[in-house]
């Protein structure tokens, strides 16, 4: 049974920084592409970060400079590294693990940019 669980949201003022894990289970790690994606109340969702099997990262245009994707085999997991929060980072961030038709979604953690 695959199982993609995220961690490490809470509440952060404007300008902090935050960091993000997502643990993966069920699937051999290394060889699907990771990403995390958000999803803001009455948006649609957005992607934050991929990283591929291969260790290549990009990233949404918001998020440049701001955001750390990084992924560690070992223990099948990513994180997510972000500095300089905004109030418009505030929303539901997802990890998804992908891998030809095989796509994977976890419930997502949320995240609160506020004073």
């Known amino acids: 049974q695959v199982q993609i669980v995220e961690s490490g949201g809470d509440l952060v003022q404007p300008g902090g920084s935050l960091r993000l894990s997502c643990a993966a289970s069920g699937i051999i790690f290394s060889t699907y592409d990771m990403g995390w994606y958000r999803q803001a109340p009455g948006k649609q969702r957005e992607l934050v970060s991929v990283?591929?099997?291969?260790?290549?990262?990009n990233y949404g245009e918001s998020m440049k400079g701001r955001f750390t994707m990084s992924r560690d085999n070992a223990k099948n997991a990513v994180y997510l590294q972000m500095s300089s929060l905004k109030p418009e980072d505030t929303a539901v961030y997802y990890c998804?693990?992908?891998?030809?038709?095989?796509?994977?979604w976890g419930k997502g953690t949320l995240v609160t940019v506020s004073s």
């Open positions: 990283i591929t099997r291969g260790g290549t990262t």
């Open positions: 998804n693990a992908r891998k030809g038709v095989r796509n994977f």
